[in-house]
């Protein structure tokens, strides 16, 4: 069982940057591929950045590349999402999950197997 809990959302201005965190709970972090999906308001949840156990690989999806970077401390049980030049449409709910799969990560979210609650990220003038 993993506990996820996001933090670090908030009301941004267009052109900001923004750093989310999620803590998680155990001591077996290290073994699940983790991952940052987003939901708009009226929209399905969608597919932000992924990294490996080891955190040596990465993906992102093409909205997030340049602008995203995602990193894990597995010594913290902590992974981050720096999101820089934020648009308003990246306005979203920021969920993390954790991922126990045998390929290095995933960005299909059906293959997540725990969830945080999900940080708010506004991004307006």
């Known amino acids: 069982q993993v506990q996820l809990v996001e933090s670090g959302g908030g009301l941004v201005q267009p052109g900001a940057s923004l750093t989310l965190s999620c803590a998680a709970s155990?001591?077996?972090?290290?073994?699940?591929?983790m991952g940052w999906f987003r939901q708009a308001q009226g929209k399905e949840r969608e597919f932000v950045a992924t990294i490996s156990r080891s955190g040596g690989i990465t993906y992102y999806a093409d909205f997030g590349k340049g602008r995203f970077t995602i990193s894990r401390d597995n010594a913290k049980n902590t992974v981050y999402l720096q999101m820089n030049s934020l648009k308003p449409e990246d306005t979203a709910v920021y969920y993390c999950?954790?991922?126990?799969?045998?390929?290095?990560?995933?960005?299909?979210?059906?293959?997540?197997?725990?969830w945080g609650q999900g940080t708010q990220v506004t991004v307006s003038s």
């Open positions: 999950a954790a991922a126990n799969i045998e390929r290095a990560y995933s960005s299909r979210s059906w293959e997540y197997d725990y």
């Open positions: 155990g001591r077996t972090f290290s073994r699940y591929a």
